[in-house]
Nanobody, 117 residues
Framework: VQLQASGGGLVQTGGSLRLSCAASGSIASINAMGWYRQAPGKQREMVATITSGGFTYYRDSVKGRFTISRDNDKNTVYLQMNSLKPEDTAVYYC????????????WGQGTQVTVSS
């Protein structure tokens, strides 16, 4: 499975960005897709995930501001980020996991999100 992420950039506080992640390859094994982020000097953390059934999970700090969605026909997951804050600055990574012959977990390349104050 290959994950191609796009949509990062520089935005001012309060602004919006939309991240996209397109999956290709052996996608039948994929159940959940999501976004993680890693700020300098910090551990990678889950931002939001969505299952193939549409169940969503968010970290508390982004609830009400970020929305994750999924287009199963396009094998693409989106992260709409509104009311961005400087603390949202990080490299954002797309993730996909599921079960093929065993548990599978894939990462896309990171995309930088920078929120200026």
């Amino acid at each position: 499975v290959q994950l191609q992420a796009s949509g990062g950039g520089l935005v001012q506080t309060g602004g919006s960005l939309r991240l996209s992640c397109a999956a290709s390859g052996s996608i039948a094994s994929i159940n959940a897709m999501g976004w993680y982020r890693q700020a300098p000097g910090k551990q990678r953390e889950m931002v939001a995930t969505i299952t193939s059934g549409g169940f969503t999970y968010y970290r508390d700090s982004v609830k009400g501001r970020f929305t994750i969605s999924r287009d199963n026909d396009k094998n693409t997951v989106y992260l709409q980020m509104n009311s961005l804050k400087p603390e949202d600055t990080a490299v954002y990574y797309c993730n996909a996991e599921g079960y093929g012959l065993g548990y599978v977990n894939y990462w896309g390349q990171g995309t930088q999100v920078t929120v200026s104050s």
